[in-house]
């Protein structure tokens, strides 16, 4: 708010801010949601205020957090791998690119296979347990952390190598020096985008097959026709989600404040 | 041609080496082939069966034409999905990224949506219409809708002024500056938004068909996976991978009939 | 001293056909001599300063910088870039200091170094700034700083000025002389500017292209230092004088090249 000592166009101004539209376009899908849940809401679709209530009481109970613990071990574990693994094999791939002319077409083909359809597979060869749950959030980010990495490798500037190799630097020093730090915000950007992989590798595989953790709060409150709090879980996800993919992007702009997508008033992509 | 261009020194012309991309990813196919072959043969799993088991199980599909059905409803679920994910995104995406206060309004959300897991909201969909197709239409939009207004939006927001500029100064009016000078100009980047949609939505048919596991590829997938036939879970994923870059490929030959101006150089920058 | 004896060099362009970049190129730079290279795009001169540098190899003949034969970049010689080629990541200290870090140097020495040659280029107060936040003109202050740093005794710059306005540039070539008045080396530089390569140079080499080669070797009697007085160099008649004469040349080569036009594509 601006202070009251300015004159009247500027809390007009101030009305006219982006958090004001921001603010007023939740109002009205909150809005548009309570008359909705209202008036035709049937057994499974809940109002809004139903749905907070639901949140606030799903949020402290236990059976909530034990749920998050066993969907996160698989979160944390798969994305770890993810970028262990990832990182590495995007840089070789940036940087050799003869190797990268063989296996170009695989990535181009699992970026755009549906990986969910290999979840019948994952089951019948490592069963329900843990494992298989992280290797599809390993199989689910890594390509995203492969394919920025190796992108960002690739795009460092020539003349930068080159300056560089007019000093002298030997290879190693470019590594070093050069093409890492040049790499960096793609390399941050794939960790970013590969974590919100992760965590849709995260749910579906307990949407789709091993029903357990949340995925399984889900499913047994659509059985129980409970609905305020089968949206309560869903908003608890997206909540999460949201919040884990906000740090990643805190942490990308800490790291790398140089590059022009993490400079104030960028736009966030 | 400036002076950084003059030292550098290609090994072969651009279309020896466009020959030598192709056949380096026909070979490592070949090879992979044979890999999966050899060590399916060898392995004797049910959960890796033998490339020529696949396709054998792929014939029996086609032959018998169980297939067919439901490629076709997945395909009226995805074209049905996408259409209105490019509508929304062609129609959001230009108000977001002509007006500030739309862009106010909506940009966070958009962005959350884009980044947040699209399955999540299956369940919400169906509650809300019930276990048909409506609710896999409404899958693939969450899941394709979002990285086209992105992208049409900053796709809008880059045009150059100059541009805008000269269509004003020729008295065009707002309908045809967006609709002659700034959509086309930004048309090369609506384009990569609408191929990176196109792949997404290609996933949200199958999630949303194996989640609401009622029709379609989706369905079949996680049927063949409850009765562990490793090799129709896998035939079926080949069909899969074909429609995506099918579906794919599509997208880019309307790129190239209506962005034919944009320079081959300056394209993938977008 | 740099003595190049029958350089030359053929690339293969996109399409395929063999592009004669530089052909029996005879060219030898006195001892502090400052040497400008002049030509139209394509002639060549960044691929030969890039050979001096040790960065690209040739096919043909000989490079010696004092007698010694080059066979890739060597700590007597240093570049300025183009596109200034700083460290986006770094700042402005680093980026000075990144030479002297190749070459071992420690890093107090390294510092104090830097900060004399960035006060030396007048960018005092930005140590910490990142090449992001400077101007252009102040960038490629940058960059002649990272380059005087290693105390070399060969100054290769290519093109230093071609991507700063014109305000700018002229305050650059008034600095870049007041420097090197004071502080002699040997300089190549390539411009495809004339006033800038009268204004600056004890010589200029002409070049022309397909096949990159010396057409012409112009003295230039001015007197120095120059630096003092721009406004007076450029209205001497001398100036003026080998100015037109440039451009009457570069315009004879222009139009045989358009005679030639159409027998291959423009580069």
């Known amino acids: 708010m601006v202070t009251a000592a300015r004159r009247r166009p500027a809390w007009v101004r101030a009305l006219d801010s982006n958090l004001t539209y921001q603010i007023g376009t939740f109002v009205l899908f909150a809005l548009g949601w309570q008359v909705y849940g209202t008036v035709w809401g049937g057994l499974l679709v809940p109002t809004f205020t139903e749905t907070v209530e639901a949140f606030v009481e799903l949020v402290g109970t236990r059976e909530f957090w034990d749920a998050m613990f066993v969907s996160n071990q698989a979160l944390v574990i798969g994305f770890a791998l993810a970028v262990g693994i990832g990182v590495p094999v995007g840089v070789?791939?940036?940087?050799?690119?003869?190797?990268?002319?063989?296996?170009?077409?695989?990535?181009?083909?699992?970026?755009?296979?549906?990986?969910?359809?290999?979840?019948?597979?994952?089951?019948?060869?490592?069963?329900?347990?843990?494992?298989?749950?992280?290797?599809?959030?390993?199989?689910?980010?890594?390509?995203?952390?492969?394919?920025?990495?190796?992108?960002?490798?690739?795009?460092?500037?020539?003349?930068?190598?080159?300056?560089?190799?007019?000093?002298?630097?030997?290879?190693?020093?470019?590594?070093m020096r050069i093409l890492i730090p040049g790499a960096l915000p793609s390399i941050m950007t794939g960790?970013?985008?590969?974590?919100?992989?992760?965590?849709?590798?995260?749910?579906?595989?307990?949407?789709?097959?091993?029903?357990?953790?949340?995925?399984?709060?889900?499913?047994?409150?659509?059985?129980?026709?409970?609905?305020?709090?089968?949206?309560?879980?869903?908003?608890?996800?997206?909540?999460?989600?949201?919040?884990?993919?906000?740090?990643?992007?805190?942490?990308?702009?800490?790291?790398?404040?140089?590059?022009?997508?993490?400079?104030?008033?960028?736009?966030?992509? | 041609m400036n002076a950084n261009t003059e030292t550098r020194a290609p090994a072969r012309t651009g279309w020896v080496s466009a020959a030598g991309k192709v056949n380096a990813s026909l070979l490592s196919l070949v090879v992979a082939a044979l890999a999966w072959e050899v060590i399916g043969r060898l392995a004797d799993v049910p959960f890796f069966p033998p490339l020529s088991d696949v396709?054998?199980?792929?014939?029996?599909?086609?032959?018998?034409?169980?297939?067919?059905?439901?490629?076709?409803?997945?395909?009226?679920?995805?074209?049905?999905?996408?259409?209105?994910?490019?509508?929304?995104?062609?129609?959001?995406?230009?108000?977001?990224?002509?007006?500030?206060?739309?862009?106010?309004?909506?940009?966070?959300?958009?962005?959350?949506?884009?980044?947040?897991?699209?399955?999540?909201?299956?369940?919400?969909?169906?509650?809300?219409?019930?276990?048909?197709?409506?609710?896999?239409?409404?899958?693939?939009?969450?899941?394709?809708?979002?990285?086209?207004?992105?992208?049409?939006?900053?796709?809008v927001e880059n045009v150059s002024d100059s541009l805008i500029e000269m269509g004003r100064s020729y008295g065009a009016g707002e309908w045809q500056l967006v609709t002659r000078v700034i959509l086309p100009a930004a048309a090369p980047m609506i384009f990569a938004g609408i191929r990176l949609g196109m792949g997404r939505a290609v996933t949200g048919m199958i999630n949303g068909e194996m989640f609401i596991a009622v029709v379609g590829l989706g369905r079949m997938v996680t049927q063949a996976g409850k009765r562990f036939d490793g090799a129709e879970v896998l035939a079926i994923l080949l069909v899969i991978i074909a429609v995506a870059l099918a579906a794919i490929a599509l997208v880019q030959f309307v790129d190239r009939k209506v962005t034919g101006w944009v320079p081959a150089t300056s394209k993938e920058s977008g | 001293m740099i003595e190049i004896s029958g350089l030359g060099k053929t690339f293969i362009g996109q399409d395929g056909a063999a592009v004669r970049a530089l052909d029996d190129v005879n060219l030898t730079v006195q001892e502090n001599e400052f040497l400008t290279v002049l030509g139209p795009s394509g002639c060549g001169k960044t691929t030969m300063l890039k050979m001096i540098a040790g960065l690209l190899p040739w096919d043909q003949g000989e490079i010696a910088i004092g007698g010694a034969p080059v066979r890739g970049p060597g700590p007597d010689r240093s570049m300025v870039f183009q596109n200034f080629a700083l460290l986006p990541w770094a700042t402005v200290l680093d980026n000075v200091a990144f030479g002297l870090r190749m070459r071992g140097v420690g890093k107090k020495e390294r510092e104090e170094r830097s900060r004399e040659l960035i006060s030396l280029v007048g960018l005092s107060g930005f140590e910490s700034k990142r090449p992001g936040e400077l101007s252009g003109g102040m960038q490629q202050r940058v960059g002649l700083a990272r380059a005087?740093?290693?105390?070399?005794?060969?100054?290769?710059?290519?093109?230093?000025?071609?991507?700063?306005?014109?305000?700018?540039?002229?305050?650059?070539?008034?600095?870049?002389?007041?420097?090197?008045?004071?502080?002699?080396?040997?300089?190549?530089?390539?411009?495809?500017?004339?006033?800038?390569?009268?204004?600056?140079?004890?010589?200029?080499?002409?070049?022309s292209a397909r096949p990159g080669q010396i057409s012409e070797i112009v003295p230039v009697p001015l007197e120095r230092p120059r630096s003092s007085d721009v406004g007076g160099v450029e209205r001497s008649s001398d100036y003026v004088n080998i100015t037109a004469y440039l451009w009457e040349r570069l315009r004879e080569m222009h139009e045989e090249r358009s005679v030639v036009a159409g027998s291959g594509p423009s580069v």
Do not use: C
């Open chain 3, 148 to 207: 005087l740093a290693v105390e070399p005794s060969v100054l290769l710059m290519d093109e230093p000025f071609g991507a700063v306005d014109e305000q700018t540039r002229r305050l650059l070539q008034e600095e870049l002389l007041a420097i090197w008045e004071k502080n002699r080396l040997t300089v190549v530089f390539i411009t495809h500017s004339m006033e800038e390569a009268v204004l600056l140079g004890d010589r200029v080499v002409l070049m």
């Open chain 2, 55 to 155: 396709l054998g199980v792929l014939g029996d599909l086609i032959t018998d034409g169980d297939i067919f059905g439901n490629l076709l409803t997945s395909l009226g679920n995805l074209a049905l999905g996408f259409a209105l994910s490019l509508v929304a995104g062609l129609v959001v995406g230009t108000a977001m990224g002509r007006y500030r206060r739309v862009n106010a309004a909506l940009g966070i959300y958009v962005y959350a949506l884009l980044t947040a897991p699209s399955l999540v909201f299956a369940p919400i969909f169906f509650s809300i219409l019930g276990a048909g197709q409506a609710s896999i239409v409404a899958v693939v939009f969450m899941y394709s809708a979002f990285i086209m207004i992105i992208n049409t939006a900053s796709a």
């Open chain 1, 92 to 175: 070789v791939l940036g940087r050799f690119r003869t190797l990268e002319r063989y296996l170009n077409v695989y990535l181009n083909i699992l970026l755009v296979t549906p990986m969910a359809a290999i979840i019948p597979l994952l089951v019948m060869s490592v069963g329900f347990g843990l494992l298989s749950r992280v290797i599809l959030v390993t199989i689910f980010a890594i390509v995203m952390v492969i394919v920025n990495v190796r992108a960002g490798v690739r795009q460092v500037d020539p003349a930068l190598i080159q300056m560089a190799r007019s000093f002298g630097a030997s290879e190693r020093e470019i590594w």
């Open chain 1, 191 to 269: 960790i970013r985008l590969g974590l919100g992989r992760a965590v849709t590798g995260m749910v579906i595989v307990e949407l789709l097959m091993v029903s357990l953790a949340l995925g399984n709060l889900i499913l047994e409150y659509r059985g129980m026709f409970n609905g305020p709090a089968l949206y309560a879980t869903i908003a608890a996800i997206l909540i999460e989600a949201l919040v884990l993919i906000s740090l990643a992007r805190l942490l990308e702009r800490k790291v790398a404040p140089w590059a022009p997508n993490n400079q104030k008033g960028a736009n966030q992509r």
